[in-house]
């Protein structure tokens, strides 16, 4: 198992200390929330934060966009060089072309889904995908409550992935902790990503370790 914690619950006061932390604690990505106040009705960060965030991380950047105009954050995020990019399906008519956009800057392309989303809305996606985001909280906001019924559409998305012989990985994102992680790898879930469980313990690197 993967672990991304989600910067959105660090202490943005001592950000380049948070990063170092998570990395030095042995994460895998660093999860980056990127929220443009009106697909979700929350604000974070543009560029000038995630140089900052790329210049403290020792670990390679998992940018993830709740926004209405995907292209041009992904024009404006792809100098950073992040592993993946994930954007929502919810909020975008031309998913195969802004996918193949993402590729083109050699970056990894992921497709999110909302908790309400269906698996059918990337069947003939698959294929081009290198990661499918499964929230399994409303997007907006870390702290809330873990949805189980991702768990039954991770074992699902797996199946599809299996058939159809790929190498996609599966991410979860939202309500993550000590308490779902054993379901979620019974599942199937390769990433987890972890915002209030790991920067809301006094050791990051014990928090990490217990997920994994
Ligand atoms: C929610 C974000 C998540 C969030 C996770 O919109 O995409 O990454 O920060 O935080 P927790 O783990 O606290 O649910
Ligand atoms: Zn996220």
Do not use: W
Not at 27 to 42: E, I, L
Not at 164 to 175: C, Y
């Amino acid at each position: 198992m993967e672990i991304a914690p989600s910067i959105l619950s660090a202490d943005f006061g001592i950000l380049d200390r948070e990063i170092k932390a998570i990395c030095d604690g042995g994460c895998d990505f660093v999860h980056v929330d990127v929220m443009d106040g009106h697909f979700v009705p929350n604000l974070t960060i543009g560029p000038v934060v995630v140089k900052a965030v790329k210049k403290a991380a020792t670990k390679p950047l998992d940018i993830h966009l709740m926004v209405e105009n995907n292209t041009f954050f992904v024009e404006l995020f792809a100098p950073f060089k992040p592993e993946f990019i994930s954007f929502h399906i919810e909020e975008e008519k031309h998913v195969h072309r802004l996918v193949q956009k993402i590729k083109s800057y050699g970056i990894k392309p992921a497709v999110v889904l909302n908790p309400h989303s269906s698996l059918s809305e990337i069947e003939y996606l698959l294929e081009d995908l290198d990661m499918v985001l499964l929230m399994s909280v409303n997007p907006g906001f870390g702290g809330q409550k873990f949805i189980p019924s991702v768990l039954e559409k991770a074992k699902k998305l797996k199946k599809m992935i299996d058939e159809k012989n790929l190498n996609v990985k599966i991410e979860v994102d939202g309500g993550v902790s000590d308490k779902n992680i054993k379901d979620l790898k019974d599942a199937g879930v390769d990433i987890v990503v972890a915002g209030s469980y790991v920067f809301g313990s006094s050791s990051y690197k014990d928090a990490i370790s217990s997920l994994r």
